[in-house]
């Protein structure tokens, strides 16, 4: 695999949470490259570095140490401006508490990342409710986040990570409170949308319920990539998945 087609390359990541009265080495020398066109799954036990790494790539958290690089560039040595700007328009990120503003209906929330790009508001609320209806809440466009149930949040959560085609879009559990059937559309979009041209999906899940959807399922421990799975080798095998 040459660089050029790396949406994300990670080499030797090794990040510490230093809380004053001791340290928690989250990251442990993490090496992972995600190729475009790739849906990498994230597996591992509670505590093992998920939450971390997934910040990392989406330039969230700077990591102490190892190379993180995105499409090619090095956030970490971007000037704080163009860093905002290069996340904005390349990635959308879906947070394990789904972190919608509280104040703004399901579309407005959902414009937010289209307005940082410049988008008109009218438009931006446009395409909004467009990718509402996609996730089954085009009834809903005008509910305030605190009417509506913790799956109709994720959802809103997952238009709001995707209205912007990002290049890039990185999933902290987005099928933790769906029903079978929405986490199956709700991976079928994501599938749809975020792999259609030279992107990339990055999802951390305990749901066995949507394995079937990774290209590559990357198990990690103790801050490290322990294994890696490839799901379409072994389609091509024929064989059961042993995850
Ligand atoms: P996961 O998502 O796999 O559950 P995390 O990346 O959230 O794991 O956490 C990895 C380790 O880092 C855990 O031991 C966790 O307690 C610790 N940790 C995570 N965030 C912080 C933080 N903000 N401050 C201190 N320790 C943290
Ligand atoms: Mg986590």
Same mark, same amino acid.
């Given at each position: 695999m040459t660089s050029k087609n790396l949406a994300v390359r990670c080499q030797n990541i090794m990040k510490t949470y230093d809380t004053g009265d001791q340290k928690v080495i989250a990251l442990n020398g993490v090496n992972l490259d995600i190729a475009t066109g790739e849906l990498m799954m994230l597996v591992g036990p509670s505590g093992c570095g998920k939450t971390t790494l997934i910040s990392v790539i989406a330039g969230i958290l700077d990591q102490d140490s190892g190379l993180c690089e995105l499409f090619g560039h090095d956030l970490l040595t971007m000037r704080s401006k163009d860093k905002l700007r290069f996340r904005a328009q390349n990635i959308g990120f879906v947070f394990q508490a789904f972190n919608l503003l509280p104040a703004l209906n399901a579309a407005e929330n959902v414009s937010v990342p289209l307005i940082i790009n410049g988008v008109k508001r009218i438009e931006a609320e446009r395409k909004a409710v467009q990718v509402l209806a996609q996730v089954g809440l085009g009834e809903r466009v005008k509910s305030m986040p605190s009417q509506l149930s913790g799956g109709q949040q994720q959802r809103v959560a997952i238009a709001r990570a995707l209205v912007h085609s990002p290049r890039l879009i990185v999933c902290d559990e987005p099928t933790s409170a769906l029903d079978h059937e929405s986490g199956q559309n709700v991976m079928n979009l994501l599938k749809d949308v975020a792999l259609s041209q030279d992107r990339a999906l990055v999802i951390v899940t305990h749901? +066995?319920?949507? &394995?079937? &959807? +990774?290209d590559r399922i990357a198990e990690m421990d103790d801050g490290h990539i322990v294994k890696i799975v490839d799901n379409t080798a072994q389609l091509k095998n024929n064989s059961p998945k042993t995850l």
């Amino acid at each position: 695999m040459t660089s050029k087609n790396l949406a994300v390359r990670c080499q030797n990541i090794m990040k510490t949470y230093d809380t004053g009265d001791q340290k928690v080495i989250a990251l442990n020398g993490v090496n992972l490259d995600i190729a475009t066109g790739e849906l990498m799954m994230l597996v591992g036990p509670s505590g093992c570095g998920k939450t971390t790494l997934i910040s990392v790539i989406a330039g969230i958290l700077d990591q102490d140490s190892g190379l993180c690089e995105l499409f090619g560039h090095d956030l970490l040595t971007m000037r704080s401006k163009d860093k905002l700007r290069f996340r904005a328009q390349n990635i959308g990120f879906v947070f394990q508490a789904f972190n919608l503003l509280p104040a703004l209906n399901a579309a407005e929330n959902v414009s937010v990342p289209l307005i940082i790009n410049g988008v008109k508001r009218i438009e931006a609320e446009r395409k909004a409710v467009q990718v509402l209806a996609q996730v089954g809440l085009g009834e809903r466009v005008k509910s305030m986040p605190s009417q509506l149930s913790g799956g109709q949040q994720q959802r809103v959560a997952i238009a709001r990570a995707l209205v912007h085609s990002p290049r890039l879009i990185v999933c902290d559990e987005p099928t933790s409170a769906l029903d079978h059937e929405s986490g199956q559309n709700v991976m079928n979009l994501l599938k749809d949308v975020a792999l259609s041209q030279d992107r990339a999906l990055v999802i951390v899940t305990h749901d +066995a319920r949507i &394995f079937s &959807f +990774a290209d590559r399922i990357a198990e990690m421990d103790d801050g490290h990539i322990v294994k890696i799975v490839d799901n379409t080798a072994q389609l091509k095998n024929n064989s059961p998945k042993t995850l």
